[in-house]
């Protein structure tokens, strides 16, 4: 009977460590569909509250999007290869001011969601791909769809956004041209001043309205 128990309480531990690593293993495209009908769900139900609460919505990207985001890896390639001439304390700080910024950036965005809807395009992974691009587009009335891809990477913690393409656009390489013009005009402290006081002055209009 013991033995059988045992035998029962191993199975069961190694059906719950397969849901877990299935759950940690969510493929990519499932990944941004799954967070971005959550994130836009919540908008939708409690959009008063968010135009109301700036810090809330912040509160919102924080717990739901920013976990799927690699933003040391987003900010080496904004930085470009300017990124080696910084000591490892500056790319540190680079890291926190560049993901603050795309926060707001980014709340901006959300707190502009009204009657839009998301379409998610058809993926295809082949096996083995560790470097993925999942295709939606924005659907809004009276206006064309915006496109919109996120570019992932496999890590050990799971699937990561390192970029983002509106329109085309990529979000990395649109300020890796801003970036690289701070950085030779003032250095990487040039950036970090700038970024800090765009930041700082964010908050300020913020805390104001």
């Given at each position: 009977?013991?033995?059988?128990?045992?035998?029962?309480?191993?199975?069961?531990?190694?059906?719950?460590?397969?849901?877990?690593?299935?759950?940690?293993?969510?493929?990519?495209?499932?990944?941004?569909?799954?967070?971005?009908?959550?994130?836009?769900?919540?908008?939708?139900?409690?959009?008063?509250?968010?135009?109301?609460?700036?810090?809330?919505?912040?509160?919102?990207?924080?717990?739901?999007?920013?976990?799927?985001?690699?933003?040391?890896?987003?900010?080496?390639?904004?930085?470009?290869?300017?990124?080696?001439?910084?000591?490892?304390?500056?790319?540190?700080?680079?890291?926190?001011?560049?993901?603050?910024?795309?926060?707001?950036?980014?709340?901006?965005?959300?707190?502009?969601?009204?009657?839009?809807?998301?379409?998610?395009?058809?993926?295809?992974?082949?096996?083995?791909?560790?470097?993925?691009?999942v295709n939606t587009q924005v659907k809004?009335?009276?206006?064309?769809?915006?496109?919109?891809?996120?570019?992932?990477?496999?890590?050990?913690?799971?699937?990561?956004?390192?970029?983002?393409?509106?329109?085309?656009?990529?979000?990395?390489?649109?300020?890796?041209?801003?970036?690289?013009?701070?950085?030779?005009?003032?250095?990487?402290?040039?950036?970090?001043?700038?970024?800090?006081?765009?930041?700082?002055?964010?908050?300020?209009?913020?805390?104001?309205?």
């Amino acid at each position: 009977m013991l033995r059988k128990m045992l035998h029962l309480t191993c199975m069961l531990c190694l059906v719950l460590s397969f849901t877990v690593a299935q759950a940690e293993e969510m493929p990519p495209d499932v990944l941004v569909k799954n967070t971005t009908l959550e994130v836009t769900g919540i908008l939708k139900r409690d959009k008063a509250d968010f135009a109301n609460d700036k810090q809330k919505l912040y509160a919102l990207i924080d717990t739901k999007v920013l976990p799927h985001f690699d933003f040391t890896q987003m900010t080496q390639l904004a930085v470009g290869r300017y990124w080696r001439q910084a000591t490892p304390a500056q790319q540190q700080q680079l890291v926190t001011q560049f993901r603050t910024l795309l926060v707001r950036t980014y709340a901006g965005a959300l707190a502009a969601f009204n009657k839009q809807t998301i379409e998610f395009k058809p993926f295809n992974m082949p096996a083995g791909s560790t470097d993925v691009t999942v295709n939606t587009q924005v659907k809004q009335p009276g206006a064309q769809p915006i496109p919109i891809d996120y570019s992932l990477e496999q890590t050990a913690a799971g699937w990561k956004v390192y970029d983002v393409s509106i329109d085309g656009v990529s979000l990395v390489t649109n300020y890796r041209s801003s970036f690289g013009s701070e950085i030779r005009k003032d250095g990487v402290a040039g950036l970090l001043r700038t970024l800090t006081n765009r930041n700082q002055q964010d908050t300020t209009d913020t805390a104001s309205r």
